[in-house]
T-cell receptor
Framework: DAMVIQNPRYQVTQFGKPVTLSCSQTLNHNVMYWYQQKSSQAPKLLFHYYDKDFNNEADTPDNFQSRRPNTSFCFLDIRSPGLGDAAMYLC??????????????FGPGTRLTVT | SQQGEEDPQALSIQEGENATMNCSYKTSINNLQWYRQNSGRGLVHLILIRSNEREKHSGRLRVTLDTSKKSSSLLITASRAADTASYFCATDAQGFQKLVFGTGTRLLVSP
């Protein structure tokens, strides 16, 4: 009954080598999010999609890009990973909220290691 | 910037005891949510309280919200070892469809 699926769960990449993380959902939610979470810290929003509309956070580095080809899938591309990009990457979804923000459903995360 | 600050940063208790975590935030909100995260896993939504609500219950969880003080608390009663996790508050203050997470409280419940 997995609702938000992230692949792979663990990813090792080399410094500067592009990497793509994937997320899929079976909830048919129109909002999808990517968060970065470093050890013992809060999740930090990188960007989110409202349907096909892409919303980038002001402090998200240009090194991070995203694609959402359809409702179910969303990808996080890191063009040139640096050692500081090693983190857990969390994908989440939510319904369209008319008043405030609905609860978010998270995937299990992808732990990225950069060597 | 961080919207929520949580207190304490870490809490260690025995099974059966109650655990209380506090969250303070800076700007007005529509709702405040609490999430749980087991080590190395994704977050799980626990409870949502709207700005016009003062208290909400869900099983062993009790959440309060004081908008005048811009603070919320999460009480877990009769804690179990399985409650060991990090707990985060999150607010929607920074824009529609977005949540900003607090710094989190790491709870350790010993058998």
């Amino acid at each position: 009954d997995a609702m938000v699926i992230q692949n792979p769960r663990y990813q090792v990449t080399q410094f500067g080598k592009p990497v793509t993380l994937s997320c899929s959902q079976t909830l048919n939610h129109n909002v999808m999010y990517w968060y970065q979470q470093k050890s013992s810290q809060a999740p930090k929003l990188l960007f989110h999609y409202y349907d096909k509309d892409f919303n980038n956070e002001a402090d998200t580095p240009d090194n991070f890009q995203s694609r959402r080809p359809n409702t179910s899938f969303c990808f996080l591309d890191i063009r040139s990973p640096g050692l500081g990009d090693a983190a857990m990457y969390l994908c989440a979804t939510s319904r369209d909220g008319l008043a405030g923000t609905y609860e978010q459903y998270f995937g299990p995360g992808t732990r990225l290691t950069v060597t | 910037s961080q919207q929520g600050e949580e207190d304490p940063q870490a809490l260690s208790i025995q099974e059966g005891e109650n655990a209380t975590m506090n969250c303070s935030y800076k700007t007005s909100i529509n709702n405040l949510q609490w999430y749980r995260q087991n080590s190395g896993r994704g977050l799980v939504h626990l409870i949502l309280i709207r700005s016009n609500e003062r208290e909400k219950h869900s099983g062993r969880l009790r959440v309060t919200l004081d908008t005048s003080k811009k603070s919320s608390s999460l009480l877990i009663t009769a804690s179990r070892a399985a409650d060991t996790a990090s707990y985060f508050c999150a607010t929607d203050a920074q824009g529609f469809q977005k949540l900003v997470f607090g710094t989190g409280t790491r709870l350790l419940v010993s058998p």
